[in-house]
């Protein structure tokens, strides 16, 4: 099956600083990754759309400018948090879209996820 | 209102129930159902998809959607202890963004 990596599976880090977070599809070309925080016992809250090549599209409320996202190649998109605060502690998942051509469904595969705690 | 609603629990059942779950949603444009197993401190596995309405069956799990009702559910049979874990839905309209439920957490007894 396709798996999909992130690393590192968690980080701590000071307040001001920034962490980067890369998310890597191993066995498969994945044209668009999605990138997720989930805080303790709720859902997963889509952040950003993120397209290889292009400027990665985020969902209401989310600030590009803290959130930086480059999707560099077909397998790898990075997420970095800069200038991080406590309130951006969070769990960051990311997923890679592969197309199932049978069903034309684009299926999302996650990765394991990157515990971030900013002191 | 929230675009998919999901009971988050807990639900807690003897080893070998059956373990029903199931989402209500309010877009009439979602087209495929997904079914998500979430372990604590992991990210989520896919379980079973279904597009439009029907029912699919894949082992001890069931899929079911009724669109008219804008319902979806989970069925689990002979449930295990391994199968505690937080159980997600999730919604597409097709263009790949996925709109999760909050998740309900099992925890089956042995």
Known sequence: GAVVSQHPSWVICKSGTSVKIECRSLDFQATTMFWYRQFPKQSLMLMATSNEGSKA?????????????????????????????????????????????ASSYNEQFFGPGTRLTVL | QKEVEQDPG?????????????????????????????????????????????????????????????????????????????????MSAGSGKLSFGAGTTVTVRA
């Open chain 1, 57 to 101: 599209t985020y969902e209401q409320g989310v600030e590009k400018d803290k959130f930086l996202i480059n999707h560099a190649s077909l397998t790898l998109s990075t997420l970095t948090v800069t200038s991080a605060h406590p309130e951006d502690s969070s769990f960051y998942i990311c997923s890679a879209s592969m197309l199932d051509r």
């Open chain 2, 10 to 90: 807990p639900l807690s059942v003897p080893e070998g129930a059956i373990v029903s779950l199931n989402c209500t949603y309010s877009n009439s444009a979602f087209q495929y159902f997904m079914w998500y197993r979430q372990y604590s401190r992991k990210g989520p596995e896919l379980l079973m998809y279904t597009y439009s309405s029907g029912n699919k069956e894949d082992g001890r799990f069931t899929a079911q959607v009724d669109k008219s009702s804008k319902y979806i559910s989970l069925f689990i049979r002979d449930s295990q202890p391994s199968d505690s874990a937080t159980y997600l839905c999730a």
